[in-house]
């Protein structure tokens, strides 16, 4: 079964990822002897924005926060070893669809169809292998001016080809890897974790499977479960249909305390320019100002509830540089400073 080619992916510098793609980092850094903390600040990716995995970060500042961190620990398979702590459940909504897939190659269909929901900057496709009854999974990462790619590529490859083994619970056959960089750490660790041979210095950056293989059943399947959560990727992300305001105000959302939440970030992320995101909004009756504004207050008023983050730590999950700013919203949006407000909704 073909991976569906109808999405294509932007190239953009600015791109986005759900701060769940880094889910076990402060663990391993750690086991490792390193300061989680003090690469993040290196990499300028405020711990607090990975606090809730909706959030999304730039993937550039993500991909060198990785070469850092491989390069600081001297652990040149630092990306393969993160992999094997992530599960399919790092792609949120689409991990649901995923797992209720009908088969491998469905289940694969629909991650390249929605990929973009985990982060627009990774591509992938199905394409023919040199022998007739195999076919690469070639991925690809979306980044321009990036630097070295290798631990992003090696993290996007080993994850995969966990999530494919679990879905297919062990029945698969990986026949092989491609990597297109060179071999950064001895041969016998790359073949413990994907127990398949490993080529590099290839053209793509891909995983080889029988074809047949696309076939396989996911034996924890449900149509039902599959249809709900592909009804809420069209509704939320992918169609046409979902009005553009709602579709802006799920990445402000997404991207509310990362300092990426301003108009010319989340014009990049929907892959238009930001007179065109404007006019747009226009069209529809709104503006990214006001759509911006009611995010802020409708999650100001959630993370007040919550006794234990400082009001400081609540203005920058909002993205603002100064509490005083804060401050004055909050009497506009309730008619009370947040002080006040967090005592009526203890």
Known sequence: MPLDDNYLPFRDTMSLVRAEGLRGYWELVTELGGDADALLAAARLPPAALEDPEN?????????????????????????????????????????AMQNS????????????????????????????????????????????????????????????????????????????????SRLAPL??????FAAPVSFECDDAALEFLEADLSLPIPSGSRELRE??????????????????????????????????????????????????????????????????????DLARRYLAQAELPLSQVAGLLDYSEQSAFTRSCRRWFGRPPRALRGELM
């Not at 509310?256 to 007179?275: E, W």
């Open 102 to 181: 009908g088969t491998v190659g469905e289940a694969l269909a629909c991650a390249s169809r929605y990929i973009f929901v985990h982060s627009p900057a990774i591509a992938f496709s199905a394409q023919p292998a040199t022998r007739a009854d195999r076919v690469l999974v070639v991925f690809e990462l979306l980044l321009e001016r990036a630097g070295s790619t290798v631990q992003a590529t090696e993290l996007s490859l080993g994850l995969a080809a966990r999530v494919v083994s679990l879905l297919a619970e062990g029945r698969h056959h990986l026949m092989g890897v491609q990597l297109p960089h």
């Open 228 to 297: 709900l959560a592909n009804d809420y990727l069209e509704l939320h992300y992918a169609t046409a249909r979902t009005p553009f305001s709602v579709r802006v105000q799920g990445v402000v959302r997404r991207s509310m305390g990362t300092g990426r939440s301003d108009c010319v970030d989340v014009a990049s992320a929907l892959a238009v320019h930001p007179r065109t995101l404007q006019r747009r909004l226009r069209e529809e009756g709104t503006r990214f100002e006001q759509i911006k504004d009611e995010v802020r207050a």
């Open 56 to 96: 999304f970060v730039p993937y550039t500042a993500v991909n060198l926060l990785l070469e850092k961190t491989a390069r600081s620990l001297d652990c040149p398979d630092f990306g393969l070893r993160l992999s094997q702590r992530q599960d399919v459940g790092i792609l949120g909504p689409l991990a649901v």
């Open 188 to 193: 016998d660790r790359y073949r413990a974790h």
